[in-house]
């Protein structure tokens, strides 16, 4: 070893103790004849002392930021003790020191502020991953794996690994592929997700089965996607939905309590999916803070169990109101004493093409118990009281209220309420907020293809008792216009989302396990029996010698990363990320590859420009 | 839950107890009106026994072998208890049951001898893997991915996650290759093992890194290797090769412990590279037993420094020995009496087109302590007594002598020793012996290029001392028929691998962590600058900013787990193996791919039949 300690372990009790330490030179501070260096790595940072005989040495081969030294001295205790690092008390002097490695200056400052840009941190990360701050990243990753690890084991999953050089069987994203050169003019591709095989490993007989496990989705990368991510995935067999939630939520609890000491006795709150719809307008909401929606008005086809609060707003004469699909309010707390310019503010916000409101509707309650809106003219002092009464809104808040299409309009309130959540302060990075969406539907509508898709993917079962519904009725959709009068639109998934903060941080569900229920699946998606056997047909097959009801569910491992390390950003997390347009830009990869490769698997580039 | 035990768990102390189980049908046993069936899953197997009313039930849904069952019963102790089984105290009186799935008759049967082929089993690998043997042996692969990472873990090690989609840069082995639909003309390739990552981060300061990871090589696949692999990959900052073979012999005992709960205290044995190829032919030999090799002749050109033996076959006449380059002998314990047929046997043996050798010269030792040979004609009495005191050979022991051209004879000595020990019980699958092999060449000779390339890698250190001889010699060889005149040819690596009963388990090696002497690496691999850059710049950069030294190891994981396993073929514990021609048989995978992704990624097929 060239140190017999590292950099963030000696103390006062260490005097006297000759030792050698090695490590990054963090900043060099000469005092007349003697230099104070700062030594750096993974365990701390050191105080060296170069006495006056030394620094002749050191003149002829100045020490420069990032130098690798390595240093023999002895431990002494410092008289100016520094009380922010845990090696305060000590320095070392320094009786001889070698120059392991060089640096030149790095392109940025090694520090939790650096003055580094984007894509000079990415182009240098190696340079970048020496900062603290990236460095504790990692760690918190490196100790939530360890901690999902132990929870599994000790619930007797086994991780068993995957193969990734698999079948293209394109569903929802797209896949990477990767030509084989042993069998020309096929290709493997690789997993979107072990699922096909956990489930196999359910039937056969393994019972419960988890990986950490990369997975690739060939998709135009939308911020912080990336086209390699990880999962923790997870499967067991002889479960229901309510196995699964109770496992699963302990698993979320024990990575709090080992990862950042957090006691999450409480039992995880569950929502339906139509639930969280109507009081959200979002199925993945952030439940760290009220402001639930009032639905003013919404259209007969949807929410058919729901009634809307019409009679609050009907026979104004209100055109907006009553020409809109669907009214949705909400009372900001406190926010009755906006100024005009802030109105204006939170109306040009709704107006932005990724909202896409044509305008925002106010209620003032004011503190004195009156009422000043921007549809007095429609609305009287009564009417108005009475809209924020069902909205909840106290004297002193806020009431906002959008109209417009039912689907647009409900996202539009969503993230209002979350901007509002955000600029009260009600978003709080150290309060973290577990909730189980349920029941979601089994089924989208394709508009485009005029066919169902899977919401969640083909191999979710329907509710135990929606089965019948879905094996007695055909899935072709007849009329278009009324898709959501076909049986199959009222079926709901055996499935559940973990949702942590407003972000979806698992998901899974109670598998299908019958062949004939499968096949009605597939059938449903626009899959005839040819390509069903093409893509599946060892699914289908393995289902005929005795599948047992499973389950599972996949936590995005980087998502849950980078909220239980409270950034925004799951780059932050990943040791090599790639950028928006799916580059290294460290590596620059993708790259050209040569003649002999293309020439030995026998394709060719096709190139369209 | 489907059940309130598992299958392996009832005990006598559950008597009476209420219990419901699930499950697959083992077996269904009639004994007049009553039907025993045995209950299998991970856990274990329990017995049913269904009463009279029962069986009528029975009788109209009978049960086949792997039927999925759920049945609510008591437990009772059994009259008959089957000792060879934990539960074997018990049976559960079935009160009611429901057969969750049905299965077709299983192509071969799930027991530990099964009747199914290789083939058929690999088609239905979900059901090869229900059988006992096959999931133990999972079992303990994932058992050793537990104490690998506990103990890397101790020893403050991080896992790091590194990237999948890397940049291809072909050196040794071909990469396989992913087109980058984003950008096109450009391809991602998988790594054939995070090494250059796992130098960057010591170079970023993380100090300890490790991964369980899938590696990837597009290579032909010989017996027993798999497109994709998976190594525990290690890395270790401010290190010398002392401190790696401690701190990895430390991991290996440590997973014999907890997994084989064998306690390997004694110091792992070490070799050079040199003294390996003298005495075993071999730089990976299986020291479980000895018979090591008497060199009786070598040329002049190799292992300079070693003697042979040639005074005691010289100037006998003898032009089978004094034509070859390399003469070598072996002592066989015991086998003096060999038959001629067995002899005639073993000289078929060598002579197979895999050994190569044109024949092979016996020296029986009898007990009386004379000796009868092939070539009596040739050598003394005395002579053959010399041979046989410098083989170390004893009364009853039989000398192996192969003579012809250096390397395929010491190839064949080498292997003819394997396969003694092999028929002769000598190497034992509970017996484990590690072997450290050191100081290997760190270059070969390539002679179609007249160039050198790396035995290892490109980033492997010579040693210290030779650091020196690299940087002064130019690289290139002006005489191909001297090339091992040339000072490069001596440079020893600062590299190890860690053996294990003859195999390879783990290599690695110090790294270069200078850029100076990277730059003539790659230069003596016959790189130039703009190729170095190219595909290195970004290595050759972070050496430019304070890179420590550095070095590290991988371990086969497949080949470990399947040693410990006492098993000759990795498949065995790999859940989802590739067959030779890097097929997976069960998917049906590679196949083609629709034209819509050839368009999307821009590429086609340029196939050449």
């Not at 990767?178 to 393994?206: C, D, E, I, W």
């Amino acid at each position: 070893m060239f140190r017999t300690h590292t950099c963030g372990e000696l103390r006062a009790s260490h005097q006297s103790q000759s030792v050698t330490l090695a490590g990054w030179v963090q900043t060099v501070r000469k005092f007349g004849s003697i230099t104070f260096v700062d030594l750096r790595d993974r365990y701390g940072i050191t105080q060296l002392l170069f006495n006056e005989s030394l620094n002749t040495e050191l003149e002829k081969t100045p020490l420069g930021r990032e130098f690798v030294l390595q240093v023999a001295g002895e431990v002494a205790e410092r008289s100016n003790k520094n009380l922010q690092l845990p090696t305060g008390d000590i320095e070392i002097l320094v009786q001889s020191f070698t120059i392991l490695n060089a640096s030149a200056t790095p392109p940025f400052t090694i520090q939790d502020d650096t003055d580094g840009g984007d894509d000079l941190r990415m182009k240098y990360r190696y340079l970048d991953l020496r900062r603290t701050a990236v460095r504790k990243n990692l760690e918190l990753r490196y100790a939530v794996n360890r901690a999902a690890r132990n929870y599994l084991h000790q619930q007797e999953f086994l991780d068993i690994e995957t193969p990734f050089l698999i079948k293209s069987t394109p569903e929802g994203a797209r896949d990477f592929v990767v030509p084989s050169r042993m069998n020309p003019g096929q290709f493997y591709a690789l997993p979107q997700s072990p699922q096909t095989f956990k489930q196999l490993l359910m039937v056969s007989g393994y019972d419960r089965y988890y990986q950490i496990v990369k997975c690739f989705r060939d998709e135009d990368l939308r911020a912080d996607r990336q086209p390699e991510f990880t999962q923790i995935d997870c499967e067991m067999a002889f479960v229901e939905q309510e196995d699964i939630l109770q496992m699963f939520e302990g698993l979320i609890k024990s990575i709090f309590k080992e990862v950042k000491g957090i006691e999450y006795t409480e039992s995880v709150q569950r929502m339906t999916w139509e639930e969280a719809m109507w009081t959200y307008g979002n199925d993945k909401p952030d439940i760290r803070f009220g402001m639930q929606l009032l639905n003013l008005k919404k259209p007969e086809s949807v929410y058919r169990d729901r009634t809307d609060a019409r009679a609050l707003i009907d026979g104004a004469d209100f055109k907006v109101f009553d020409e809109a699909e669907s009214v949705i309010a909400l009372a900001v707390p406190g926010a009755a004493e906006y100024t005009r310019k802030q109105t204006d503010e939170l109306t040009d916000w709704v107006k932005r093409p990724q909202i896409g409101m044509k305008g925002l509707v106010f209620i003032k309650c004011l503190a004195d118990g009156t009422f000043k809106s921007s549809v007095d003219k429609f609305y009287s002092e009564e009417r108005l009281k009475s809209i924020a009464s069902a909205c909840g809104a106290q004297p002193g808040d806020l009431i906002l209220i959008v109209a417009g299409p039912e689907e647009r309009t409900r996202k539009a309130a969503s993230e209002l309420r979350l901007e509002m959540g955000e600029r009260l302060g009600l978003r709080k990075k150290d309060e973290f907020k577990l909730l189980w969406v349920l029941d979601f539907p089994l089924f989208e509508y394709d508009e485009d293809g005029n066919r169902w898709v899977a919401r969640h993917h083909p191999f979710t079962a329907p509710k135990p008792l929606q089965i019948a519904t879905m094996i007695e009725n055909e899935p072709s959709i007849t009329d278009a216009s009324k898709y959501l009068d076909h049986p199959y639109a009222q079926i709901k998934a055996n499935a559940y989302d973990m949702v942590l903060n407003g972000n979806e941080i698992g998901g899974g569900s109670i598998r299908i396990y019958q062949r004939e229920l499968q096949e009605k699946m597939f059938a449903a998606l626009g899959m005839d029996k040819e390509e069903q056997q093409h893509k599946f047909g060892f699914l289908l097959g393995a289902f005929e010698y005795g599948a047992p009801p499973h389950g599972g569910i996949a936590f995005g491992f980087d998502r849950l990363c980078s909220i239980l390390g409270g950034s925004e950003s799951i780059r932050d997390f990943i040791a090599f990320p790639k950028n928006n347009a799916g580059r290294d830009v460290m590596l620059d990869a993708p790259a050209t590859i040569d003649d002999k490769q293309f020439d030995e698997l026998q394709i060719r580039l096709d190139l369209k420009s």
